[in-house]
């Protein structure tokens, strides 16, 4: 009669011998192509804020590149507030948009104030 703890020994016998002459590989990582939200902040009442990330390897214009961000209330298809978008974004860098009536601390936890809103949002 086998034994559970047989057969688990056993099965651990061959997973470390597979294990053991298996070559392990890396895992290419693929780079964005396309800029990305990587943060987004929302503290009280107009503390609010969007980072938007670089990792294409290259800088991108925003302006030619035609960025906008387009924020939609209460589940409206229809934008209502657009914001065009304008200089540009070093590769490893972020663009961060932030509500024009956000406080100065908020303001200090950006790593660029680069644009402000005329509106709420």
């Not at 800088?59 to 540009?88: E, K």
Request: proline share 2%; charged share 10%; net charge neutral.
């Amino acid at each position: 009669m086998k034994t559970i703890s047989g057969i688990i020994a056993r099965g651990l016998l061959v997973l470390a011998l597979v294990a053991s002459v298996t070559p392990v590989t890396q895992m290419a990582q693929a780079s964005p192509t396309e800029l990305f939200f990587s943060e987004y902040i929302e503290g009280t009442s107009n503390n609010k804020a969007l980072e938007i990330y670089n990792g294409t390897g290259a800088a991108v214009d925003l302006a030619t590149g035609g960025y906008n961000i387009q924020m939609h209330f209460n589940g409206n298809p229809v934008a209502g507030l657009t914001i065009n978008l304008t200089g540009a974004v070093a590769d490893g860098d972020v663009y961060v948009v932030a509500q024009s009536s956000a406080s100065a601390v908020e303001r200090k936890f950006c790593k660029k104030f680069v644009a402000s809103l005329a509106g709420s949002w």
